[in-house]
């Protein structure tokens, strides 16, 4: 499967600052100025709002069973177009704060409009900003014909897999496809990415197919028609981490890259290949028991007796103290947490393995893909080398879907569960591959899809709903912190 380069495509910077007027000059779908990319010093830490925990849940909701955001009550702007700009002020010089997307849609704050520079008519949104209601990019009719054509196609946030996956072999698309059995009317040319090609290799979204005189063709995630013949479906990745305290507790062992052997112990102290093995990205539990035996060091699993050989686990350690100098696992006693959640994450670079953290106490823990070059040494380019950045970085932009540009003119279609945290560096869900634990990537932290939306779900800021992006802004509250180490 595809390996991928962390490079996030950015929008035109004229659509930036005129949300409201159309546009088909587009260079990608990741709102630049997400990430400062400038590592948290120690006075920095700290935050200043409360946020309620999100549930960690593994739980798959159908796209039939997601609600329809049309059909909810009460007073409401509907996107028809990406990148329907949130703004601090019903201004439109301001910096966005975050975005709507196609086929969705927020409850208002007040049904009257106000007027301010870069549009005639702003509302106020839920649970803060501005939005430019044009009719084209925004509109407050939910029977609005191109909003009620896109919303059965639009995104999935109710499922990890907000869209279905596969890479192209090489392929053209097209506006229009006379004959399909989906009719979709005149839509706004802001509402497809500029390409009407994808390179061999490239990753495609898609959300429905049809046939039409013998020819099959998919819907892609930005309304364009795609020939079928010319993507190879991705299968659907399903591993996921495990939720401490509830399906296992440290100390664990994950497995990567293939089967692992198990042993058992024989009376006098030898050990011996069991009739059992241990699957490839399954996990155990371990006791505290261990011995060395010539070269090899054993942990004794709390499975049938079994026993491992370290070398062949990966094995989630959490850090002694916490970013801001808590003892991880005791009561903080420190007065220096951050306010709210305390929320922040552990990447381990080349046991590639996260532990995510409320406070002091370690509550979720899985496989990562990093960069296939490692972890970046001072001095080293992380983006020329495939390498993860080391440091200790807030999350900076949420994005539920965002496309990503790769050297060579791939593409990566709609990336799910995007978290920015230094520069083009992001965590965020890799449906192209199934090699957790591996370096694979350039530079990012590769999660899977169920992963990815766990953890997107548990950090701060929280993406408040109806929104399809969001930066954060330390005025408003906490932000996560990733502590990447080799």
């Excluded at 849609?105 to 301010?116: C, I, R, Y």
């Excluded at 024989?266 to 399954?282: E, I, K, P, Q, W």
């Excluded at 060091?297 to 100098?325: C, F, M, N």
């Excluded at 899977?448 to 779900?457: K, L």
Aim: one cysteine or more; hydrophobic letters at 35%.
């Amino acid at each position: 499967m595809l390996g991928e380069a962390c490079a996030l495509a950015t929008p035109d910077a004229v659509e930036r600052q005129a949300p409201h007027a159309a546009s088909s000059k587009r260079t990608g779908s990741v709102p630049a100025g997400a990430s400062s990319g400038a590592a948290l010093s120690e006075s920095q830490f700290k935050a200043t709002a409360s946020v309620p925990m999100t549930a960690i849940e593994a739980r798959t909701p159908t796209r039939e069973e997601a609600p329809l955001a049309a059909d909810q009550g009460g007073p409401r702007v509907y996107a028809r177009t990406r990148y329907v700009w949130i703004r601090p002020e019903p201004d439109a010089s301001k910096e966005w704060i975050g975005y709507l997307w196609t086929g969705g849609s927020v409850a208002l704050k007040s049904s009257k409009p106000m007027s301010g520079p870069g549009c005639t008519e702003w509302y106020a949104i839920e649970p803060r900003g501005y939005v430019c209601v044009d009719g084209n990019r925004a509109t407050l009719n939910a029977n609005d014909p191109v909003y009620r054509a896109v919303l059965p196609y639009a995104p999935n946030l109710a499922s990890p897999w907000p869209h279905r996956y596969g890479e192209s072999l090489g392929l053209d698309s097209t506006l229009a496809l006379p004959g399909a059995s989906i009719k979709l009317p005149d839509l706004p040319l802001a509402i497809h990415e500029p390409r009407r090609s994808l390179h061999r290799r490239s990753t495609v979204a898609y959300s429905n197919e049809v046939g039409v005189q013998g020819q099959d063709f998919l819907l892609s995630a930005d309304y364009q028609w795609l020939p079928k013949a010319r993507v190879t479906p991705y299968p659907v990745v399903k591993f996921q981490g495990v939720r401490l305290g509830r399906d296992a507790r440290l100390p664990l062992a994950f497995f990567r890259a293939k089967d692992r052997p198990a042993y058992v112990r024989a009376a006098n102290g030898d050990f011996t290949l069991a009739s059992s093995s241990f699957a490839r990205l399954s996990f155990v539990e371990l006791s505290e028991e261990h011995q060395t035996a010539g070269s090899d060091h054993y942990l004794r699993t709390k499975r049938d007796d079994l026993w491992i050989k370290e070398s062949d686990a990966v094995l989630p350690v959490p850090q002694a103290k916490t970013p801001w100098g808590a003892s991880v696992g005791q009561q903080d006693g420190s007065g220096a947490a951050p306010k709210g959640r305390a929320t922040w994450l552990e990447v381990a670079v080349t046991a590639g393995y996260l532990i995510a953290y409320e406070g002091t106490d370690p509550v979720y823990t899985t496989l990562i893909s990093p960069g296939r070059g490692g972890f970046a040494k001072p001095g080293e380019d992380p983006i020329e080398h495939a390498l993860t950045p080391t440091g200790t970085f807030p999350i900076s932009g949420k994005f539920a879907t965002a496309t990503m540009e790769a050297p060579g003119e791939l593409i990566h279609s709609d990336v799910p569960w995007t978290q920015n945290f230094s520069g083009p560096h992001a965590l965020h869900t890799a449906y192209w591959h199934d090699s957790w634990g591996e370096f694979k990537s350039g530079g990012c932290v590769n999660l899977s899809p169920i992963d990815g939306r766990a953890m997107f779900e548990f950090t701060e800021p929280a993406l408040p709903k109806g929104w399809h992006g969001v930066r954060w802004l330390p005025w408003l509250g906490p932000s996560t912190l990733v502590v990447v180490h080799r």
